[in-house]
């Protein structure tokens, strides 16, 4: 059997489909780590994390901030489940900043009540959705470096 020369990539929250696009190849965020597919990957389930995702045709990549959720790979077939994906134009960064000053101050000073995970899953989020909007000036051009997940 030939290998597929290309990945179908649906990416859909609970509010819409965001993208439906044949690519060439897709980078995720899972839990576990990033981790890149290329037309012909093995089948596999995973969880995604908060991160960058980002999807190549030809030449021009695409970056999305995406949180939470499941990734589906299949050697021809790409399905993103996340609770929330955005693309960088969609991106209101003075939220952004706004969300990021608020649980680093959560974060700063923690308390007995506070939901620890909650907070920096919410930092994450910030910082994720402030990369991906940067990334959006620069849309299409290759060779950019993709910058690490934020540390806890």
């Known amino acids: ?3 597929p020369s290309k990945i179908h990539l649906d990416i859909v929250t609970p509010d819409r489909l965001l ?3 044949d690519v060439d190849e897709v980078e995720i965020p899972g839990a576990d780590g990033y981790f890149g ?4 990957h093995t089948p596999l389930l995973a969880a995604l994390a908060v991160g960058e995702l980002w999807y190549r045709q030809g030449q021009d990549k695409t970056y999305l901030s995406i949180a939470l959720g499941f990734a589906e790979v299949l050697p021809d077939r790409v399905t993103i489940l996340a609770q929330l994906a955005e693309r960088p134009e969609e991106i209101d960064v003075t939220r952004a900043e706004e969300a990021r000053t608020r649980a680093e101050a959560r974060l700063s000073q923690p308390k007995a009540e506070l939901d620890y995970e909650r907070a920096r899953i919410a930092l994450m989020k910030s910082l994720t959705r402030l990369s991906v909007s940067s990334r959006g000036q ?3 051009r290759v060779g950019r470096q993709r910058m690490p997940p934020p540390q806890a």
Request: no cysteine; aromatic share 8%; hydrophobic share 60%.
């Open 19 to 21: 993208v439906r696009e």
């Open 37 to 40: 597919v290329l037309p012909g």
């Open 138 to 140: 620069f849309a299409g």
């Open 1 to 3: 059997m030939a290998l």
